[in-house]
């Protein structure tokens, strides 16, 4: 069987072409407009790195278009050689990904699966908790497009119990729920700069306790403000934790400093910046303590999915619950909304070994019982099979 997926998302989608890869089926992955459009390797190969061991998998990139030329350009977008494969199916994401596939699908008569999470629609509450106010206006214009999209669509899964849960009651939509699997994706050219970053990283952090979290400051929209507003939690968590290094990926001293107008910095609040190693991250979470990933908005969190990846305890909130209810407190996570209580449960959560342990083994169980790629795999064979003939 060969696939086609394509998609604006990376990490679990990678995870999921590679799932599929190792369950026999031949994926081609398109990504459209992303930092991980780069290989080193030859024929496109990329580097995919899952629970149970590497996988290549045929990439390629197109850069994201804006939204109404993509509706009307992006199939003619999608390379020629793509376009005219013999493939059995095509897997999509939502939005500008969608009408590439549906391109295809009309071309080839071929079914469409569309894997959704992230609808704007779904997460108003976490909008107009932020101040968004505008949102509600594009309520409407969301809901109707991705019931478009998804009425149109020969198989509909949705990655979460929240998307689950609002395609049935707004868009009376059924869809099979499955949870995404992690991927590393390879095939970053190593840079004389990243190897003297490890070793730096790793000199510093050498016998030290830390936390780690990350958030991405500098980054655009609603994400900007949600991102922001877990700096400040992370400010006062180290402010309230002064002998415990607080390692924030994502954001660097001058963006942290402008955003928080403050002149300096508590000493232990060390911010990285940027870092785009899959290895530096690897290590950044292995070594950490304690993982610190509220959820902000009623979507998938890459962060979350590696926290639960590496197996290690991570403090979330409610939301997380939401996405996945299997995910409990004290026993795969440690879960509050009370952010301002964050430093104090950081506090006596690094004095507990024993609550930790307890908590990184349920993360591990947790990941190998509902996101591991075995899983994921199997899942979505059993829904091909049922749009197959």
Known sequence: MKALM????????????????????EVSFLNIGSIYSKTIDNENLKNVIIDIGKVQIQFNSIEMPTFGKGIMEIGRAVPNFLRNADFDLIISTPQVPWYAAATIRRAH????????????????????????????????????HNLLQVKLSNSVISLDNVTKKFMKSMMASESSLIYPTYAILGNRE????????????????????????????????????????????????????????VIVLGTNDLEARKIL????????????????????????????????????????????????????????????GLLHPEICNNKNAIISNYYTSYGRIVKEALRNDALLNNISKGAGQLYRDHFSSDICGNAMIKEIRQIIT
């Open 109 to 144: 008569e071929i079914p469409l699966l569309i894997r959704v999470q992230m609808l704007r629609a779904a997460k108003l509450v976490d909008h107009l908790r932020m101040g968004r106010w505008h949102e509600m206006l594009l309520f409407g214009p969301s809901v109707f």
């Open 190 to 245: 190593k840079s004389e700069t990243e190897a003297i970053m490890k070793t730096r990283i790793r000199n510093f952090l050498k016998n030290d306790d830390y936390i780690f979290s990350i958030t991405i400051a500098s980054r655009g929209g609603a994400a900007r403000i949600f991102d922001i507003y877990i700096l400040k939690i992370l400010l006062r968590i180290a402010l309230e934790n002064p002998n415990v290094k």
């Open 6 to 25: 394509i998609s604006d998302h990376t990490i679990h989608e990678m995870g999921c072409a590679a799932a599929l890869q190792k369950k026999g089926v």
């Open 261 to 320: 107008n403050l002149s300096e910095l508590p000493y232990n609040l060390i911010l990285l910046g940027k870092i785009f190693s899959d290895d530096i991250v690897r290590e950044l979470y292995i070594g950490a303590r304690l993982i610190i990933c509220p959820v902000m908005s009623r979507s998938i969190s890459n962060r979350l999915l590696e926290a639960l990846f590496f197996a290690k305890p991570v403090l979330t909130n409610s939301i997380a």
